[in-house]
């Protein structure tokens, strides 16, 4: 069980996540919605094969955005620090994972709203579309969080612990 402190400082890391999620995710509306207005609602049927490449390039974010921030370790925090400050270790390498996964999805939504905006291609409005739904669902929760700080803390202290046993 993590201490109230140790809560408190993450709570101010998951603030900052939240933050940073909003702000990618309103750009990508953002452009969605001047793609769209700009379009005055034309989508075009025709689908060439530079469409079906971004919106193939779209799928690959799409689980690239998954896949690669899990390839990421968590830090391990020094010896000796106090819990609230190995807490805050652990939370800015899930703040770092989670922005690598955001930012693929983002670079998949803006790359298809481009085809969009430059052609009005249907396709790549639906794949950007799905990509920012994959970017809002994946809203930084306070229980994930506190599980994967509390989890890997625990880690870290069996390993000290088996390393201690060994000596």
Do not use: C
């Not at 899990?70 to 805050?88: H, K, N, T």
């Not at 409005?125 to 989890?151: H, K, Q, W």
């Amino acid at each position: 069980m993590l201490a109230e402190a140790t809560i408190a400082k993450l709570d101010q890391n998951l603030l900052i996540m939240r933050i940073i999620h909003v702000s990618l995710a309103l750009g990508v509306l953002g452009f969605a919605i001047v793609s769209l207005s700009l379009a005055g609602g034309e989508f075009e049927p025709i689908v060439e094969s530079v469409d079906w490449i971004m919106a193939g390039f779209g799928l690959m974010t799409a689980i690239a955005g998954f896949v690669v921030p899990r390839l990421i370790p968590l830090p391990a925090p020094r010896d000796g620090l106090e819990e609230v400050s190995q807490a805050a270790v652990i939370a800015a390498g899930v703040q770092t994972k989670l922005i690598i996964g955001w930012a693929v999805f983002e670079g998949g939504a803006f790359a298809n709203l481009t085809r969009y905006f430059t052609d009005h291609i249907a396709l790549n409005l639906a794949v950007a579309g799905v990509l920012l739904l994959l970017l809002l669902l994946s809203f930084p929760r306070r229980s994930s969080l506190l599980d994967v700080v509390e989890t890997r803390l625990r880690e870290l202290r069996e390993a000290k612990q088996l390393t201690v046993a060994r000596q």
